[in-house]
């Protein structure tokens, strides 16, 4: 029995090592679920149906944008994030647009509809602060490399790639920017989410790599006969890319995925066949396949899984197994019975027939001519 456990434990550590080591990428796109403007000059008017979205002076003038991050899985690793917005209008050649985030709102809430300078004010003095001073941000973009009807984006990778791993892991799945144009001696227009063209729409660009999988099928330790139904089963896990994502990881193992069994067997011929199986996981991530081949021959099956926008394709490594004839000795057994009572009747037959005409031989001479 030790020595069966052994066993298995080497052939799940060879199968594991024998699957490629691919990292799967996907890549999102999200529009914000909320942007406007707010400007001091008209501090109580609401500017989130505009199609765009103004920066001016550095406190008289600035723009928000909400995004959504709930389709970034738990526990994958980010690897790009890109912010691609749409130049509309530039009367400003000096200074530089500036991005940070704006923790505040997110904190309070905020919508596009309701949103205005003097409701940004109250909200700034609520929480013991004031609209101007010093600007935080991630990065500032030269307003000179800007052009008018040309997209530009900030690339925000090295700033927001642990942060949002973090946020999402914590369910804080929302974020908001601000941009704020410095030392700048005009405005710049960008296109917001109702601008007609699409394509000029903000755009949050976010790639990540899909939460690793690994399939393992348990070997069969018998050949099967002929008629008997043969049970299949293995196991999946899921491992973060990096150990500290781990922590946000909300299951280790696939639950309720589509496995598919590839099944292909050679026959008494040589000719090899295959087929697949459908099988469903459980909830512990448990997936078996039971069915009675019809086939004599040695099969080999291996279990695929096709992946998912959160988790990535994988291939178990390949078991085999056969499925021989099924012998029914007793029939064989009557069968080659009655063949030897056959040969005995027959050999007994040739021997009385043989020693009959050899008698008749001698007694009955052949008469010589004189």
Known sequence: ????????LIFSAFQEKAIAETKEIKTLYIRPIDDTYVDKSMSNTVFGANPKLVCGDTWGKFSFLKFDLSSIP???????VELQLFCYDKSASAGGILIGEEPLLEERGWSETTLTYSLLEQIAESAGAHIGGFISGFMELDLSKIEEWRSFSFNLTSYLCYYLEEKVGKNENQITFHLNLLGANGELTICSKEFAAENCRPTLIISYEKIPVTLFLQPIETDVTEGMEVRIWGTTHVEASYEYLKQWLTATYLENATITLEYEVSNASGHK?????????????KF???FVPTIIGEYSVKAVFRGTDTFSSSTS???KFKVMENV?????????????????VVAVAFIITTIFLLVKMFRFPLRQKT
């Open 273 to 285: 066949i295959s087929f697949e199986r459908i099988v469903i996981t459980d909830i512990t991530g």
């Open 328 to 344: 029914d000795w007793q029939s064989k057994y009557i069968e080659t019975r009655n063949l030897l009572y056959v040969f005995i």
């Open 288 to 290: 078996e396949d039971r």
């Open 74 to 80: 738990k526990g994958a690793k980010i690897i790009s």
């Open 317 to 319: 490594g390949e078991i």
């Open 1 to 8: 029995m030790l020595l069966m456990m052994v066993a298995v």
